[in-house]
C-alpha cells in the first residue's frame, strides 16, 4: 500500500541553524510534492510545490529538493526563528494524478529554540 | 479578498446523529475538497466537488456525503455519527479541479459524544 513517512518524532533545532525535515514515500509515482505548514488548531498552509523533473525549488528561507530515485524529499528551513515553530506536512498527489486528493504524511513538530 | 471559511468553528454531537458543516472556497475558486483530521494525524482526503459533481472520493463510507452549490460553495453531511467521526474538518478551495496549492480553511472541529 502507499505510504508516506515523516520524522515521527519532534524536531528540536536552536534559532539561526538550518532545520532539515524529511519526508520518505513507497509505492508512489507522485507527478509533484508539496509541503504545508500547520499551526495548532489551524488549516494548513501551503508552501512550496516541487515537480517529478524538480530537483530543487527554493522560496526566500524555504528549500525543498525532490528525489524520485530514493522517494525522498527534504524540506530545509534556514536562519530558523521561533516564529517557524509548527507542524509541516509533506502530501504527494494521488494516483490519479491529483484528481483523487492529496495525501498527507502525519507531519513533523518543528521546535524553534531561543 | 476573503480566504476559505468554514462554519461552524465546533460542533458536539451525540452518536448516531446527523451533522452539516459548510465552506465557502477562496475568491475565484471553483473547487472544494473535504479533508478529516484526527488528532496527530495528516489530513485525510474525503471528496472533491468540482461543477457541481463529486469528481473524487477517498476511502470513507457512504455516510459521508456532500454537496456544491452554483456559486462554489459546499456542504459535508455526515450521517449516523460514531465516536470515532471526532475530527477536525478541513476544508480546501482550489481551481479546476486541481490539487495544486490548495488553501485551506480553519476547520470544523467536530466532537461526537
Known amino acids: 500500500s502507499q505510504k508516506i513517512e515523516q520524522n515521527s518524532e519532534a524536531l528540536n533545532i536552536q534559532e539561526g541553524k538550518t532545520a532539515t525535515l524529511t519526508c520518505n514515500y513507497t509505492n508512489y509515482s507522485p507527478a509533484y510534492l508539496q509541503w504545508y505548514r500547520q499551526d495548532p488548531g489551524r488549516g494548513p498552509v501551503f508552501l512550496l510545490l516541487?515537480?517529478?523533473?524538480?530537483k530543487e525549488k527554493r522560496k526566500e528561507r524555504l528549500k525543498v529538493t525532490f528525489d524520485t530515485t530514493l522517494k525522498q524529499s527534504l524540506f530545509h528551513i534556514t536562519a530558523s526563528q521561533p516564529a517557524d515553530s509548527a507542524t509541516y506536512l509533506c502530501?504527494?498527489?494521488?494516483?490519479?494524478?491529483?484528481?483523487?486528493?492529496?495525501?498527507f504524511g502525519k507531519g513533523t513538530h518543528l521546535i524553534i529554540q531561543p | 479578498d476573503a480566504g476559505v471559511t468554514q462554519s461552524p468553528t465546533h460542533l458536539i454531537k451525540t452518536r448516531g446523529q446527523q451533522v452539516t458543516l459548510r465552506c465557502s472556497p477562496k475568491?475565484?475558486?471553483?473547487?472544494v475538497s473535504w479533508y478529516q483530521q484526527a488528532l496527530g494525524q495528516g489530513p485525510q482526503f474525503i471528496f472533491q466537488?468540482?461543477?457541481?459533481?463529486?469528481?473524487q472520493r477517498g476511502n470513507f463510507p457512504d455516510r459521508f456525503s456532500g454537496h456544491q452549490f452554483p456559486n462554489y460553495s459546499s456542504e459535508l453531511n455526515v450521517n449516523a455519527l460514531l465516536l470515532g467521526d471526532s475530527a477536525l474538518y478541513l476544508c480546501?478551495?482550489?481551481?479546476?479541479?486541481?490539487?495544486?496549492?490548495?488553501?485551506f480553511g480553519p476547520g470544523t472541529r467536530l466532537t461526537v459524544t
Open positions: 516541487i515537480r517529478e523533473n524538480e
Open positions: 502530501a504527494l498527489d494521488g494516483a490519479g494524478g491529483g484528481a483523487d486528493g492529496l495525501t
Open positions: 480546501a478551495s482550489s481551481f479546476s479541479a486541481s490539487v495544486y496549492e490548495q488553501y
Open positions: 475568491s475565484g475558486h471553483d473547487t
Open positions: 466537488y468540482y461543477e457541481e459533481e463529486e469528481r
